[in-house]
């Protein structure tokens, strides 16, 4: 709970500049816009026409909004936050777009969402895993997709170097350094949520454990070896 709440006063102080700190961070990290990295994530979803989607941890809509303005047939897309200063600002954003009957925002968790069960035959989840109970999230998602429903996950990942001696000890002293210089909501989110930045080997057994299949992972190499890459992860559930 007490997670929560940090993140939340994180994600609300950050609202009103939340796409231009994405594009800042997206582009020292792996050198590409947050627009680009919206756009390669809605492609991979490749949402056929009358699907179902949820899109998790939607903050400003970015998703929804890229998905129905690619996907002319998309008929409805639901975005999920716990933060209400993001979502205010995405129904903001939905009203210029004319989106606002296509797009339901719901405030609350994706700890526990107030959807039936498999209703939706794609979950889509950008940046927002690190801040969350994973394994929980994992269970919430699979309860609500269809059969074959399909899970794309993007995220900041661990290297192989994260798991290292050296880069342990690194990492633990940028961490630290980290949060001594940036005493903000943000950066105590940010260092919360360290512990949920997982390298694909680790995301692939994780998926496989909670029963989804057809896992599918790519990275984007990181432009600083101490930086975290960008993983996006496919996976369906076929049971
Ligand atoms: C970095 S933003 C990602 C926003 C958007 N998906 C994107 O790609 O730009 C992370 C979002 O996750 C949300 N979030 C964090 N924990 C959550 C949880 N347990 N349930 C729902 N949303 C959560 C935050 O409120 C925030 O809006």
């Known amino acids: 709970m007490e997670e929560i709440n940090h993140v939340k006063k994180a994600f609300t102080e950050l609202a009103p500049s939340y796409s231009s700190t994405m594009d800042k ?38 998703i929804p909004i890229k998905l129905i303005s690619t996907n002319h047939q998309q008929e409805r897309v639901v975005g999920l936050d716990i933060t209400p200063a993001m979502l205010q600002n995405g129904r903001e954003v939905i009203a210029r777009h004319g989106g606002k009957n296509t797009i339901d925002l719901v405030c609350a968790s994706a700890m526990d969402m107030p959807f039936g069960c498999g209703i939706f035959d794609v979950i889509i989840c950008g940046l927002g895993t690190h801040h969350m109970n994973v394994p929980n999230m994992l269970l919430e998602a699979k309860r609500l997709l269809t059969k074959n429903g399909r899970l794309i996950i993007s995220d900041v990942g661990a290297t192989p170097f994260w798991r290292s001696l050296t880069g342990k000890l690194l990492i633990r002293l940028l961490m630290l350094e980290y949060g001594f210089i940036n005493q903000s909501a943000r950066s105590h989110a940010e260092l919360e949520a360290f512990q949920n930045v997982r390298t694909a080997k680790e995301w692939s057994a994780l998926l496989k454990e909670f029963g989804y299949e057809k896992v599918h992972i790519d990275e984007i190499k990181p432009r600083l070896p101490w930086f975290p890459s960008g993983l996006t992860l496919q996976a369906e559930i076929t049971g």
């Open 25 to 62: 961070e997206l582009n020292q990290f792996w050198g590409i816009s947050y627009p680009k990295f919206v756009e390669r994530l809605v492609n991979l979803a490749a949402v056929k026409p009358g699907e179902k989607v949820l899109d998790i941890a939607t903050g400003t809509a970015v």
